[in-house]
């Protein structure tokens, strides 16, 4: 029966791999370590892990730890076969791993690595798939496999940071809002039964509150229904083509989030082209398969015509004028001009994945406190409203 073990272990460059395998013993496992060509430093007995856990990994996360992986092996002198037969045997997420015995079993029967991974989209994004053909066409593999990881790595990063500056005002929302709606459900029919009582004439701000809670509390099921439909409604127009494109171009239009999604669908586009022209992709391909790294339709249908008139002779600027930004045009054109595009791609990416931080940064500075004063200035109304009613009612009594 095999046993797992961690080891730290020297290829003969002397850099220092950090991985597990599994074997029999520890005296089988150093053998196998030194058929890698591996210098183990250490080997300890490490526990099998759970299949909850390799589920707790994500599948991207996952994919990107197989990338970093098989770059190492591949640099430490480890034949593809062997490196997969590696990553598959400790992939991080159970799916990878079945769908990586799919990949060894066809490069053994003698399919190349990237019609492999194409077989495997939800796995495999087509930009990887690109540069591992394009790696295999130009015999350096592991250094492709490296960059790919650079490359998911920063993708993952970015739209994680996006997600947790969002994730503070979604949640001060949500509170917020079930705040309100305990307010007016609960709270407010009981005071106003009490009120009732009395009979007596109650302030603006008191028949205000009330009238709320009443639409609210006594027409429930039609708030409900038009919440359905609007879902439905917006789902049917989200299915169809044009309305989306119109969606996406009014989005693009908008004061201030239009500007930060343009951002950051430059920073990806430009990102995804400059990773594969590194990686030997020719200029028509890059930008078709760029489109796709590319969520907004209307930036992806310039993408599209520009790949299309750089295929008919036109430089690459002038074909994406009007659909980047001006500065991205500018170190395009430069990048065209000094033969380093790949190089100029990149830093545009990282210049507008700084202002994307930054504009995040902003807003979550800046809606933080708006949601606090909002939501105080709705508890401040309903005590208003509840102190007038009972000092009018302390006025009518006496």
Known sequence: MSERYRYRASTPQGQILEGVLEAPSRNQALDELRGRQLFPVTVEAAPEPSRRSRRLVGRRAAVTLWARDTATLLDAGLPLDRALAVTAEHAAHDGLAEVLKEVRSAVQSGAGLAESLARHPRYFPPVLVAMVEAGEASGVLEMVFEQAAQHLEESTELRSQIQSALLYPALMAVVASIGVAVLLLFVVPRFSAMLEEV??????????????????????????????????????????????????????????????????????????????????????????????????????????????????????????????????????????????????????????????????????SMIEPAMILIFGALVGFVALAMLQAIYSINTTAF
């Not at 989005?251 to 239009?258: A, E, H, V």
């Not at 074909?319 to 990149?346: H, I, K, N, Y």
Request: aromatic share 6%; proline share 4%.
């Open 199 to 364: 009979g007596s004439r109650l302030p603006l701000t008191t028949r205000l509150l009330v009238g709320g809670s009443e639409l609210l509390v006594g027409w429930w099921w039609l708030w409900l229904a038009l919440a359905v439909l609007a879902v439905y409604g917006v789902y049917r127009a989200m299915g169809d083509p044009a309305t989306r494109r119109r969606w996406h171009a009014t989005r693009l239009r908008l004061p201030w989030s239009g500007d930060l999604e343009m951002k950051y669908a430059t920073a990806r586009f430009a990102r995804t082209l400059g990773i594969l022209l590194k990686s030997g992709v020719a200029i028509v391909p890059a930008l078709r398969i760029a489109r796709g790294a590319v969520s907004n339709r209307v930036v992806a249908e310039g993408v599209a015509r520009a790949a299309t008139a750089v295929a008919e002779g036109s430089a690459l600027a002038p074909a994406l004028a009007g659909t980047l930004p001006p500065l991205a045009l500018q170190m395009v054109a430069v990048g065209e001009e000094s033969g380093r595009l790949e190089d100029l791609c990149l830093r545009v990416a990282n210049t507008y994945d700084s202002q994307v931080r930054r504009a995040l940064r902003t807003l979550v």
